[in-house]
C-alpha cells in the first residue's frame, strides 16, 4: 500500500521540481487514475519558457492522459478497476451563451487541466468520472495523444471538408500532422506545408505524404496552383500559430474556400481584405475539442485507421525525468515526446 507519489512542478518558467506528495483519494463523482502514459503538449512547452498567458506558478503540468482506474468513489459504477482509460482535459460552465448552444469548446469559462488547474505530471490523478473515455486495445503511448488528435479533428469538421476534397495543412507539428492524418483517413487529398525542411522531410518520410512544400519556397504559390489544377485548396487548415502564415492564407485558397485557424497567435492578423471578399471566405477558428472528436479518434485509432506511433518520436521513463531532460524534450527537433510511466509487475494501490 502506498500513500504518497512523485510530482513534478513548474515552479517558475525555466524551472521544473520534484516533489513527493499524497496520493489524492476520489471525492464523489471522481475516479482516481494511475498514469501510464503523458504526452508533452505546446501548451507545457510555453508554460515551461513562460510565455503561457493563461498558466500561473506553481502549478503541474500535462493533460495528455491515458491511465487506469485505480479507486472510484461509490456513486460512479461503470468504471471498473484496471479500466485503461484517457481524460478530457476541459471543463465547460453549461449555463453560458456557447455552453446553450451546444458549443462547449468555446465555453466562456472554459477551463483546461495542466493550463488553469493542476495537470497529471505525477503518478497519480483524481478526475471527475464524466471527463474519462474507456480505451480498449490501443497501446498506452498511443492512447496519450487522442487528445491532440481530437483538437485536429475538432479543426477538421469545423472545416467541412469531405471525402475527395483537397486540404492544405499548414505546420507540420503534431496539431497538424494529426489534423493530416485523421484527414487521409477520411479520404480528403493532404497537401502538407512546413517552413522547416528538416521537420518536413522527416513528417512526409513517416507518413509518406505526396505533396510537401516549403511555404518560404519561390514557387510556392505556384506548386499550389499546379497541384489543385489552378483553383487552390479549397479547404486550408493553419495549425502554425504563426501571424505571418496566417496572413498569408487567404491569397492561396479556391474561391468558395474555408480557412480554420487553430494554431493560437496572441497578437493581430490581417488579411487583403478584396482577396477576401472575392472568394465569399469562409474563415473559422478551431478551440480544444468536444466529446465526438474525441469519439471519432478512439474509433479511428482502435481500428488502425490513423498512425499515432509515427506522430511520437520520443519516449521517456517517468522515473528519469528532470529539468534538463524535460528542457531537451521540448526542442523543436521533437515532434512529439510521451512521457511513460512504470508499468511492469503488479500495480501499487493506494491507500
Not at 481530437?150 to 469545423?158: M, V, W
Not at 505526396?210 to 479549397?234: F, Q
Not at 519516449?315 to 515526446?337: C, G, R, V
Request: hydrophobic fraction near 40%; aromatic fraction near 6%.
Amino acid at each position: 500500500m502506498v500513500s504518497e507519489m512523485t510530482t513534478w512542478v513548474c515552479e517558475q518558467p525555466g524551472s521544473l521540481i520534484k516533489k513527493s506528495s499524497p496520493i489524492p483519494q476520489p471525492a464523489a463523482g471522481q475516479a482516481l487514475i494511475r498514469l501510464r502514459a503523458l504526452g508533452i503538449c505546446g501548451t507545457d512547452v510555453h508554460a515551461f519558457r513562460g510565455n503561457q498567458p493563461m498558466f500561473d506558478y506553481p502549478k503541474i503540468m500535462g493533460h495528455e492522459i491515458c491511465g487506469e482506474v485505480v479507486k472510484a468513489a461509490d456513486d460512479v459504477e461503470h468504471l471498473p478497476i484496471g479500466q485503461a482509460v484517457i481524460v478530457i482535459p476541459y471543463k465547460h460552465c453549461g449555463e453560458c451563451y456557447a455552453c446553450q448552444r451546444g458549443r462547449i469548446t468555446c465555453c466562456t469559462k472554459l477551463s483546461v487541466m495542466g493550463v488553469h488547474y493542476h495537470g497529471a505530471m505525477q503518478e497519480y490523478v483524481a478526475v471527475d468520472a464524466k471527463q474519462l473515455l474507456a480505451v480498449d486495445d490501443i497501446d498506452v503511448r498511443d492512447a496519450a495523444l487522442i487528445e491532440p488528435y481530437a483538437i485536429g479533428a475538432h479543426a477538421l469538421a469545423r472545416s467541412g471538408a469531405k471525402q475527395g476534397d483537397t486540404l492544405l495543412v499548414v505546420g507540420a507539428g503534431a496539431i497538424g500532422l494529426g489534423v493530416a492524418d485523421i484527414a487521409s483517413a477520411l479520404g480528403i487529398n493532404i497537401i502538407l506545408a512546413e517552413v522547416n525542411e528538416g521537420r518536413l522531410s522527416e513528417a512526409c518520410g513517416r507518413f509518406g505524404y505526396l505533396h510537401a512544400l516549403n511555404p518560404l519556397a519561390v514557387d510556392y504559390a505556384g506548386r499550389l496552383k499546379a497541384i489543385t489544377e489552378g483553383h487552390g485548396p479549397g479547404f486550408i487548415i493553419d495549425a502554425t500559430g504563426n501571424a505571418a502564415s496566417m496572413n498569408s492564407q487567404v491569397e492561396h485558397l479556391a474561391a468558395s474556400g474555408t480557412i480554420v485557424f487553430v494554431g493560437l497567435h496572441k497578437g493581430e492578423i490581417s488579411f487583403n481584405d478584396l482577396a477576401f471578399h472575392k472568394r465569399e471566405t469562409t474563415m473559422l477558428a478551431s478551440r480544444a475539442a468536444d466529446i465526438q472528436d474525441f469519439e471519432q479518434v478512439i474509433a479511428l485509432m482502435a481500428t488502425k485507421r490513423i498512425h499515432p506511433e509515427l506522430l511520437r518520436d520520443n519516449i521517456f521513463p517517468f522515473n528519469e525525468l528532470s529539468q534538463s531532460a524535460f528542457s531537451d524534450m521540448t526542442q523543436p527537433k521533437n515532434i512529439k515526446t510521451v512521457i511513460e510511466f512504470d508499468n511492469t509487475g503488479d500495480v501499487d494501490r493506494p491507500e
